[in-house]
């Protein structure tokens, strides 16, 4: 069977979906829905964030635990 017509797949990735360009290092409520429970970084297939944003969004997870707003470990 060939699709005639190619269908678009949803958008999943959180930053792309609400318009979101710079991820900042001081927003805890919006960083710590990337970390697991033992302060690790999600990776991106449990997360759903595409390559560009996940990339921004560990920089800015590593900027936030070296200024002191997270914790490094649990």
Known sequence: MIKTQ???KDRYCYFCNKKIDFID??????????????YKIVPRKRSGVCN??????????KRARFMGFLPFTK
């Open 6 to 8: 190619i269908e678009k």
């Open 25 to 38: 290092y001081k927003d805890l409520q919006l960083l710590q829905r990337f970390i697991s429970s033992y």
């Open 52 to 61: 560009t944003h996940q990339r921004k969004l560990s920089q800015a997870l």
